[in-house]
């Protein structure tokens, strides 16, 4: 059992969490993620690692409430416990001074995209970030991401603060020489963005996240085409060379399921799950 | 003994196996055959002849005393019994459903050259769940050692050693991945071949044995093996972490929805209880038409679930002939009994997909026979231009699994084969200083029975390692 010593609500539906796993917090690097099993029914839902404590012996994730188990965690209050977290899982981030980096941190993903820039920073990068939601509502985070980064922006889906979507990238990348690009956030998100640095030759390291179950290679749900090859995200990624990634594959796959999770989600909303009494 | 003479004429039939009947069954997660009851079980070991120099004992890979069990069988000494299978076995009601006896002890039964051989795994199981209706009794451990030993994996090959060198009076942690015990047994073999309560047991007589369990530790990620050792005060480690990485075919359109690899499948089924959604979280879908391709148990039991889910129809696809299935006879005929058909000699060529990306129609392309490769099997040669087109809507790729690489990955030092497998000696024994490993990691995909085997040689040898280890 782990036993959630914080909870905070970022943004509307945006949780964060931190629970006690000090053995996890010990090992846990920047890029790698956690699966937890919220009861002996739940599924296992893979959430990136935004932090750890290691003297409290601490982990945080911040989760979108998008389905059913996301939904259902969300109602979980500090004190609480979950009964299974595994992890650290996938391969951590490569950390080193590249010179100049580009850090672009999409949706929910900006929670472990500031932890990325603060590794980034102590290795003695020069760290420009974008953090970017669908409305301005959705964005958290602004104040901490900016006093770690040497230029800061923000983008909108519907430009109701700061740029309207990412087209600003490509002047961007124009006016300034980067060494390097990553790129944390929805799957459309991401490829966009490897769509305008490609041509400019910079590289660029997304994270992948599609469906999971075990998290350790034993599955294979997990594959994506990489540079033409079939690669398992939980045990060869998460993180790639976003400009060899088959996106449109993978949201193909992350869609598999969509009518049963969507009737999972309902049927626990119907029945009262969430906390409505069934209304 | 005066009152068992032999019987002049040797009954030549075995008892048979009262099952559920196909037309049921094939409907159900419940397990397919109900066990004998007392008097079929004496029936059956009466028939045995004592032979003098028994020839099931060396077909047993375990090498458990066949006659000397099914004798007190027969005096109906059950309790007797099962401790003189468990001299040698330590997992009964598991190995009694699901080792191929048919090509171990039953095959070599000389009642088998003018008859049916003794049902040596039926009596087995019926002991082993005699024994487990009545209550398991805790055997006296030895005192502590004060070593500590940290077993990886807790699938056979684990809660073996972790048994055994529990009794030897080690302190015994068991590191799983997953969030349950039972590796294989657990997420992949189905409820109605081994019954999840049957493997809940013998984990629960492990923990009793004092044996600590730590889920959800992926080794090599949260500690490594060398950490262990250093920092987390083990004397010891036993690398069981079997032979789960899947195996793909590789053709175009395998990422298409509705293709599952046999281990997501049967995870998702067994593991997760998919069979159950949504009062279970985790989904599965499952279509009109089910196509499983592979020959082996991983694919039989792949078909009987589809069709248990629902399926309306469920054709294996195998590129060899019936001869070369590896699959067990027994499951392959109950696969069969329950109307799954079977499709020799053709192999997949690509996937095509409907408009919203999930697989519609498989193309294969026929096989034939040629000469026989270096596993003495016939090699399939694809029929050049025999290209046809089966319309699937589910495809479940059981072609086979690999070790789990993770440990291997981040072990310095562990000699490795080309295969992924962990080379050791006869006794288990690694290339590192005490570091054991057996079972599917130093096999690759094996038994039940070999894995325990294995391990309980390697349980041998760490013990006299760590008494002889100042
Ligand atoms: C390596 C990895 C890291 C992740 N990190 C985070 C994180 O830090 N924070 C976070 O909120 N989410 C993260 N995700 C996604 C998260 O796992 C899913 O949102 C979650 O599993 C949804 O579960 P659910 O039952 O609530 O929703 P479901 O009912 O399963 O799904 C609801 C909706 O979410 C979409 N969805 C489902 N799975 C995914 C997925 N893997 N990626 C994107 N969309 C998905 C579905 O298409 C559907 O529309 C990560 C995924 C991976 C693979
Ligand atoms: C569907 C199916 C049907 C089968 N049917 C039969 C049958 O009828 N009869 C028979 O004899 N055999 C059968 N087998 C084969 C048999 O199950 C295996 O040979 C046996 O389970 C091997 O045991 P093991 O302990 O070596 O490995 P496993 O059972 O694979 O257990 C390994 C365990 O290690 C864990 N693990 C892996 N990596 C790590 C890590 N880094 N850290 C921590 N834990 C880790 C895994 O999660 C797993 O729980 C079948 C196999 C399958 C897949
Ligand atoms: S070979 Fe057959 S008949 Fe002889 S002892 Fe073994 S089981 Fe009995
Ligand atoms: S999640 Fe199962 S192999 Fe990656």
Known sequence: ?279 | MAENKPTPKVKKKAVPMPKQKPEVRRRNFNEVALGYTEEQAIEEASRCLQCPKPQCVPGCPVEIDIPAFIKLIREGKFDEAVKKIKEKNSLPAICGRVCPQEEQCQMNCVLGKAGDPINIGRLERFVADWERQKGVTIPEKAPATGKKVAIIGAGPAGLTAAADLAKLGHEVVIFEALHLPGGVLVYGIPEFRLPKSIVQAEVDYIKKLGVELRLGYLIGRIHTIPELLKEEGFDAVFIGTGAGLPQFLGVPGENLGGIYSANEFLIRVNLMKSYAFPEYDTPIRIGRHVVVIGGGNVAMDSARSALRLGAEEVCIVYRRSREEMPARKEEIENAEEEGIICKFLANPTRFIGDEKGWVKQMECICMELGSPDESGRRRPVPVKGSEFIMDVDTVIVAIGRTPNPIIQRTTEGLAVTKWGTIVVDEDGRTSLEGVYAGGDIVTGEATVISAMGASKKAAKAIHEYLMNKK
């Open chain 1, 1 to 279: 059992m782990y036993k959630i010593v914080a909870k905070k609500e970022l943004a509307p539906k945006i949780k964060l969490f931190e629970v006690y796993a000090p053995e996890i917090a010990e090992k846990a690097k920047p890029g790698q993620f956690i699966i937890l099993i919220i009861d002996e029914k739940g599924e296992r839902i893979p959430l990136t690692i935004a932090g750890y404590d290691r003297k409290k012996g601490t982990v945080t994730f911040v989760f979108n409430e998008v389905g059913k188990t996301t939904k259902q965690l969300g109602l979980l209050k500090e004190g609480d416990s979950i009964t299974n977290i595994t992890g650290p899982l996938g391969n951590p981030s490569e950390i080193k001074n590249f010179g100049n980096v580009l850090c672009i941190g999409g949706g929910v993903m900006i929670a472990p995209m500031l932890l990325q820039v603060k590794a980034l920073r102590e290795a003695g990068n020069a760290v420009t970030t974008v953090i970017g939601a669908r409305i301005k509502d959705l964005l958290f985070f602004e104040e901490e991401m900016k006093a770690l980064s040497h230029k800061f922006y923000v983008a909108t889906d519907d430009g109701s603060k700061g740029y309207e979507g990412l087209g600003f990238l490509k002047e961007l990348i124009e006016k300034n020489r980067f060494d390097r690009c990553i790129a944390m956030g929805p799957v459309v998100m991401m490829k966009t963005v490897c769509e305008i640095t490609k041509p400019f030759g910079i590289p660029t390291i997304v994270t992948l996240t599609p469906i999971m179950v075990d998290g350790m290679g034993m599955c294979g749900v997990c594959r994506v085409t990489v540079g033409g090859q079939m690669k398992f995200a939980c045990v060869d990624g998460p993180e790639f060379d976003g400009h060899l990634v088959d996106f449109d594959g993978l949201i193909n796959r992350q869609r598999m399921f969509l009518p049963e999770e969507r009737l999972s989600s309902l049927l626990w909303e119907k029945l009262g799950g969430c906390g409505c009494g069934g209304k």
